[in-house]
């Protein structure tokens, strides 16, 4: 099982459309609060459809609470622009973990320290422009890992 890990995300409507995409391919979702929302958001509910009562989801209080959780994935790559390597490069196994900042901050730098040498990011011709949008960076990377290990 892979598993996508949302650190305090704070836009309902992305998560909403996460969620979509994780009860379709069967991918464990992780959310670490704060979150920007409540999970009964109707944007988020909206956006989740009725998908979001399938999905396999688990809600952190903070980091270390994900990292003790029985459920947590076994090893963790994070998507960030401040990346070691290209996306495409890592070798994704089951039971990973791709970590996704918020859409406004990211993750924290003591976060970017802890994944030091595990960090990837989605290559953009526009070097104007920071980032793209959370969930279009999610399915991007769940689709990569997905491809990876069915030709594994």
Known sequence: ?????????????????????CAITEIRLHLIRPLGFTITDKHLKRSGMDY???????????WESFQESPH??????????????????ASFQEGDGLV???????????????LAGQRLTIPHANREMRSLNL?????IGAFEAIRQISQG
């Open 135 to 139: 969930a279009t960076s999610v399915g």
């Open 72 to 89: 947590a994935p076994k090893r963790l790559w994070l998507f960030t622009t401040k990346a070691d390597h290209l996306y495409w490069d």
């Open 52 to 62: 979001w009562q399938t999905l396999d989801k688990h809600i952190h209080d903070d």
């Open 100 to 114: 996704f900042g918020s859409e406004g901050g990211g993750v924290p730098e003591w976060l970017h320290e802890q």
């Open 1 to 21: 099982m892979l598993h996508i890990v949302l650190f305090n995300p704070e836009i309902p409507q992305n998560t909403g459309n996460i969620g979509r995409l």
